[in-house]
Nanobody, 124 residues
Framework: QVQLVESGGGLVQAGGSLRLSCAAS????????MGWFRQAPGKMREFVAA????????SYADSVKGRFTISRDNTKNTVYLQMNSLKPEDTAVYYC?????????????????WGQGTQVTVSS
């Protein structure tokens, strides 16, 4: 079992920045691909970014490339999502997730563990 707790969400104006954190506990953090997903009201949950187990590779949704950066610190069992140049369409609940996959994956069904989510609201 892996427990995930997100923090860092909030209200920000368009063009601003936020950094989300996700603290993991339980089984060895470094054995999991870590990902961020988001879900806006009335929409399906969508992939945002993922970081490989070893830290060697990352994946991003096209909508956030160049604005968001995912990172992880295996010594602190924490994954981060730095979000810059935020837009109103980034408004959503952001979820941290852990996957036992051997490589980064964008599919939510590959992720076995999920946090409770943190709200990000970007005002125009």
């Amino acid at each position: 079992q892996v427990q995930l707790v997100e923090s860092g969400g909030g209200l920000v104006q368009a063009g601003g920045s936020l950094r989300l954190s996700c603290a993991a506990s339980g089984r060895t953090f470094s054995l999991y691909v870590m990902g961020w997903f988001r879900q806006a009201p009335g929409k399906m949950r969508e992939f945002v970014a993922a970081f490989s187990r070893s830290g060697g590779s990352t994946s991003y949704a096209d909508s956030v490339k160049g604005r968001f950066t995912i990172s992880r610190d295996n010594t602190k069992n924490t994954v981060y999502l730095q979000m810059n140049s935020l837009k109103p369409e980034d408004t959503a609940v952001y979820y941290c997730a852990a996957s036992p996959s051997l490589w980064t994956t964008v599919s939510s069904i590959e992720y076995a563990y999920w946090g409770q989510g943190t709200q990000v609201t970007v005002s125009s």
